[in-house]
């Protein structure tokens, strides 16, 4: 087997794609946002938790591939128990460790587990997947900031 | 000519019989196959998304334009007539190739969808009424669905799903129901593009022909696979696309009985499908002008005359021979795979093979495969809602051209195993 | 990479400044026009018709189809997502040309006649009442009188027309009355087909948009002979052809204003413009794929990117000035003809000449000049509201690009001597 | 000049291109038959005095390149005082010559002097200038046919 592919396909990913971990419906989420990938058919929703600004509870459900449920289930480990704009910080250094080249080495200490989901970066046409819960995350985010807005204005 | 001379098969035989062809000798005229993916041979597997093309095709285009290109229809030098005449001379090829009536059935489009989105709008949408129905199977590409919801949503109409049983075949006592006298024309495909089926339509047009109901066949997998005969068929329109035939991208084919025709409003509007413009009042040009506004793929239209040469040389009872045997083969292989599931599996099927696997989703597959030089697609095939009739999220699918051979099946049964490997 | 090293004059020069350019090394670079035509070296002036192309295109068609040729936006495999990069950087190429402010306001159509239609389909009928107003003016190709037509039909809209005067420019003072409260689109053309003028269009866009009325320009004719900047212009929509620029026959380019183009109806339906498809309900994809249903025609895009390459290394300060040499050497010469009369003498021409004799038809001096290896155009150019406005049945017209050279319009004086032989 | 050339434009054409003969409207003619080039824009009217079932008399007006309005001046001095039948074989006769490769001594000795417009047999995309007179005689009698039936019947 090759290496680019086994970077892409780390224990990890398998294990987390095979069983991902809060794979449930949330009772009473904050927000629930869909995220949906035209291109293979992914889909998932992102159950939220939210209370003064911190992400207290997060699930998803949904289909897809490896790379997807991995990448969500790794990412709402990750996200729990964190202020929001911590979340969204998170959120940019994702996309440079899947996007750019070379990610700095701060980038890669910052987001520690998650750089598994590194080797995604030789595989273009897989970044949609490695980012679909990601997407869902930033939307719910935005709007669970703006429906707060809108109720405390 | 030199385009036939470079074609191998007919110097080593000139009569196309059954057994004849060297298709090993054939592979070569298609330079794409001989090239190395991920240090792999390629094995190109995608052949109902696209095909590839022979020489002779990419020869014609590039020949066109070193020597013959000028605008067609409208110059009075040598140069455009003879850009006319090679045009027009694909026109007929056409005509023979789908056994039309006459050439003026024969309009130049884009490709399949562009094709069924003029009969949608110029045949249908003025036509359809509240309440009226158009008739559409459980197994449509996207380009057979959304132009008819488009045309419904405008107009009040509806569509009417003709259900599909668990082989993927069309279930024709339902179909029998279902036409009924608020249908007002059947848009069925010939062979589905997701499931491989190879559907009963000299039947079904029968069927729909006997309450008077005409009948559109999307034909963009079945055109280059199984001979069509448009007048024994008796189908009212019969769409398909070049790229998909071993021709260029950028062209297809309308075929419509020319009383529909002629009784159909223009498509879009311009140069070349007007006689006579006044600002007051224009009056259109003839078939089949008058559905081929402004400048057409000129080019692409000669390079399809290429391939339709290319197809008839072969012969189609070699093409459906070789492919069925390639089909059995690639079956037999795969469903001997313990944890892969074949979706589709009608008595009469296209070389196409759509499956599953329990432990890896299809874009896993497909990744990995290409890693070993395989090309399939992975994903709902633009046909999403027969994704939802099986109850899967997306199939890998494997569909067979003429050109490939047992090593590229076993090449994919070989990268499977690598999957295998990765996810159980 | 090998098309730019085929390019002679990136050899002789990086720098594409004025004066640098060795034309008559740039002419060997379209293999067409060496051919003889009728024993004579081919004088191709019929460029308005459609433009020859650079061995830089042909080359990139046949490079596509040997080496990556794959369906688009959909596969997961490597050769798939190599077509989808060539076709999309020109997507990037093609915002870049015209400046528009991102690429998702650039759709790829068949040509200028398909963008149009597009626009009247899915922007202007959806909009319009009886009683509504189209402006266009008395020089537009039947290209954008037509689809107008089609939709004033169905609407109950009108059509007005913006008169010109002698000299064939568009009288802005009648211009000015023309918009009015009941004006819901200017259409346009940026250069004159049939007559040369280049109209003063920034002007035009300013006087409609302090009506807020947007505002089409048919770019068709300028597009390969203007550097054209849809930002600084603020037109709402730019229409143009790559078969007459330089590029294949097949594609063409809509620029829409983003504003618009998400407000718009999609205009056909099918695969890719789609994001999820069930038989109750359909999603459209986000821009630009909303409007590109069906297999695009990828090698023509692919092929469309060279030409614009191309045309941005020669650039276009070079190529104004060119053709400007040509159009003022063209005019001497034939003006100092005695029984000829140019058509069209704005003060802001492009290089085209349409012209008609007393002693001879157009027809038959096009016959007589292709003889002598000369190709023009007869006829009404597509734009038969000129020539009634002109008062001839028809006129001859040469109609020059970069390549072109002054032994070209000798030998069409030549041979318009030879006309005169035979008629007078 | 080249052969061909001189072959399509002799000088009867040039003549009857520049003078065409019966150039003016018919005083009630039986029939008035538009005839029309779109490729060129070529456009002439046809007037056709029938009477017993023989054409008495006709002429025509219009626009158009040489050898179209040779080819129908040409054409109206032959019809004119000859049965319909007639200028319906004369039709026949004379789309054989401008486009078989190779006309029979028959059909060149039946036309006489209409053989002047064989050079058109060389320049295809010229083959319409030369018909359209005749195209248009073709399509008037057919309407005055028709429109005699109906009023017999
Ligand atoms: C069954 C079927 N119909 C229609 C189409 C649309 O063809 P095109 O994309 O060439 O317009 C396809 C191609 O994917 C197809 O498989
Ligand atoms: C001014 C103008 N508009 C539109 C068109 C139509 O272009 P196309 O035939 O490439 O669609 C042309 C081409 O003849 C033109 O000259």
Same mark, same amino acid.
């Given at each position: 087997?090759?290496?680019?592919?086994?970077?892409l396909?780390?224990e990890?990913?398998?294990d987390h794609?095979?069983?991902?971990r809060?794979?449930?419906?949330?009772?009473e989420?904050?927000?629930?946002q869909?995220?949906?990938?035209p291109?293979?058919?992914?889909?998932?929703?992102?159950?939220?938790?939210?209370d003064?600004?911190k !992400?207290?509870?997060?699930?998803?459900?949904?289909?897809?591939c490896?790379?997807?449920m991995?990448?969500?289930?790794?990412? !709402? +480990?990750?996200i729990?128990?964190?202020?929001i704009?911590?979340?969204?910080?998170?959120?940019?250094?994702?996309?440079?460790?899947v996007?750019?080249?070379?990610?700095?080495?701060?980038?890669?200490?910052?987001l520690?587990?998650?750089t598994?989901?590194?080797?995604?970066?030789?595989?273009?046409?897989?970044?949609?997947?490695?980012?679909?819960?990601?997407?869902?995350?930033?939307?719910?985010?935005?709007?669970?900031?703006?429906?707060?807005?809108?109720?405390? +204005? | 000519?030199?385009?036939i001379?470079?074609?191998?098969?007919?110097?080593?035989?000139?009569?196309?019989?059954?057994?004849?062809?060297?298709w090993?000798?054939?592979r070569?005229?298609?330079?794409?196959?001989?090239?190395?993916?991920?240090?792999?041979?390629?094995?190109?597997?995608d052949?109902?998304?696209?095909?590839?093309?022979?020489n002779?095709?990419?020869e014609?285009?590039?020949?066109?334009?070193?020597?013959d290109n000028a605008?067609?229809?409208?110059g009075v030098y040598?140069l455009?007539?003879?850009?006319?005449?090679?045009?027009?001379?694909t026109?007929?090829k056409?005509?023979?190739?789908?056994n039309?009536?006459?050439?003026?059935?024969?309009?130049?489009?884009?490709g399949?969808?562009?094709a069924i989105?003029?009969?949608?709008?110029s045949?249908?949408?003025? /036509?359809?009424?509240?309440g009226?129905?158009?008739?559409?199977?459980a197994?449509?590409?996207?380009s057979?669905?959304?132009?008819w919801?488009?045309?419904?949503?405008?107009?009040?109409?509806q569509?009417?799903?003709?259900p599909i049983?668990d082989?993927?075949?069309?279930?024709?006592e339902?179909?029998?129901?279902?036409?009924?006298?608020?249908?007002? *024309?059947?848009?069925v495909?010939?062979?589905?593009?997701?499931?491989?089926s190879?559907n009963?339509?000299?039947q079904?047009?029968?069927?729909?022909?006997?309450?008077?109901?005409?009948v559109l *066949?999307?034909? @963009?997998? @079945?055109a280059a696979?199984?001979?069509?005969?448009?007048?024994? *068929?008796?189908?009212?329109?019969?769409?398909?696309?070049?790229?998909?035939a071993?021709?260029?991208?950028?062209?297809?084919?309308?075929y419509?009985?020319?009383?529909h025709l002629?009784a159909?409003?223009?498509?879009q509007?311009?140069?070349?499908m007007?006689?006579?413009?006044?600002?007051?009042?224009?009056?259109?040009?003839s078939?089949?002008?008058?559905?081929? @506004?402004g400048?057409?793929?000129i080019?692409?239209?000669v390079?399809?005359g290429?391939?339709l040469?290319?197809l008839? /040389?072969v012969?189609?009872?070699n093409?459906v021979?070789?492919?069925?045997?390639?089909?059995?083969?690639?079956?037999?292989k795969?469903?001997?795979?313990?944890g892969?599931h074949?979706?589709?599996?009608?008595?009469n099927k296209?070389?196409?093979i759509?499956?599953?696997l329990?432990?890896?989703?299809?874009?896993?597959i497909?990744?990995i495969?290409?890693?070993?030089?395989v /090309?399939?697609?992975?994903?709902?095939h633009?046909?999403m809602?027969?994704?939802?009739?099986?109850?899967?999220?997306a199939?890998?699918?494997?569909?067979?051209?003429?050109?490939?051979?047992?090593?590229?099946?076993?090449?994919l049964?070989?990268?499977?195993?690598?999957?295998?490997? *990765?996810?159980?």
């Amino acid at each position: 087997m090759n290496e680019e592919l086994r970077a892409l396909y780390q224990e990890v990913i398998i294990d987390h794609g095979r069983h991902p971990r809060n794979f449930k419906k949330l009772e009473e989420p904050s927000c629930c946002q869909e995220g949906y990938n035209p291109l293979c058919g992914d889909r998932l929703t992102l159950y939220l938790k939210v209370d003064h600004n911190k !992400i207290i509870d997060a699930s998803f459900e949904g289909v897809g591939c490896a790379i997807s449920m991995a990448s969500t289930s790794l990412m !709402i +480990e990750r996200i729990k128990n964190i202020p929001i704009i911590e979340a969204q910080q998170l959120f940019e250094a994702f996309h440079l460790l899947v996007t750019e080249p070379s990610p700095t080495v701060k980038t890669l200490e910052y987001l520690g587990k998650l750089t598994v989901l590194g080797g995604v970066r030789d595989f273009p046409t897989r970044i949609k997947c490695a980012t679909l819960g990601w997407h869902a995350l930033k939307a719910g985010l935005d709007n669970a900031a703006s429906e707060q807005r809108v109720s405390t +204005e | 000519m030199s385009l036939i001379s470079s074609f191998p098969i007919m110097s080593s035989s000139c009569n196309p019989a059954q057994n004849t062809i060297d298709w090993t000798a054939l592979r070569s005229d298609f330079p794409l196959l001989s090239q190395q993916a991920h240090n792999k041979q390629l094995a190109y597997l995608d052949n109902a998304a696209t095909t590839q093309k022979p020489n002779a095709v990419i020869e014609a285009i590039a020949h066109y334009y070193r020597v013959d290109n000028a605008n067609v229809h409208r110059g009075v030098y040598e140069l455009s007539e003879r850009a006319t005449q090679s045009y027009e001379a694909t026109r007929n090829k056409v005509q023979n190739f789908l056994n039309a009536w006459s050439r003026e059935e024969i309009i130049f489009v884009r490709g399949a969808t562009e094709a069924i989105n003029l009969v949608a709008q110029s045949y249908a949408r003025p /036509a359809l009424k509240p309440g009226d129905e158009i008739l559409i199977s459980a197994m449509e590409h996207h380009s057979n669905i959304v132009p008819w919801q488009m045309v419904c949503k405008k107009t009040g109409a509806q569509l009417a799903i003709i259900p599909i049983n668990d082989s993927a075949e069309i279930m024709l006592e339902r179909y029998q129901q279902l036409l009924n006298e608020k249908t007002r *024309l059947v848009a069925v495909t010939h062979v589905s593009n997701a499931l491989g089926s190879i559907n009963p339509v000299q039947q079904m047009i029968t069927m729909a022909h006997e309450k008077e109901i005409p009948v559109l *066949l999307d034909g @963009a997998q @079945a055109a280059a696979h199984l001979s069509v005969d448009v007048q024994a *068929l008796d189908c009212d329109f019969y769409t398909f696309s070049s790229h998909k035939a071993y021709g260029p991208t950028g062209v297809g084919v309308l075929y419509g009985k020319k009383r529909h025709l002629d009784a159909m409003e223009p498509y879009q509007g311009g140069g070349d499908m007007i006689s006579s413009v006044r600002f007051e009042h224009t009056e259109y040009n003839s078939l089949p002008y008058k559905f081929e @506004a402004g400048t057409p793929n000129i080019a692409g239209v000669v390079g399809f005359g290429a391939a339709l040469d290319y197809l008839s /040389a072969v012969g189609f009872d070699n093409i459906v021979q070789r492919e069925q045997q390639l089909l059995d083969y690639a079956t037999l292989k795969l469903q001997a795979i313990s944890g892969l599931h074949i979706i589709g599996r009608a008595k009469n099927k296209a070389s196409i093979i759509s499956f599953v696997l329990d432990c890896a989703h299809s874009h896993d597959i497909s990744t990995i495969l290409d890693h070993q030089g395989v /090309a399939i697609r992975a994903g709902h095939h633009c046909a999403m809602p027969v994704m939802e009739r099986f109850n899967v999220p997306a199939t890998a699918r494997a569909s067979m051209a003429f050109y490939n051979n047992e090593a590229d099946i076993d090449q994919l049964v070989r990268g499977l195993a690598q999957v295998f490997k *990765l996810f159980s």
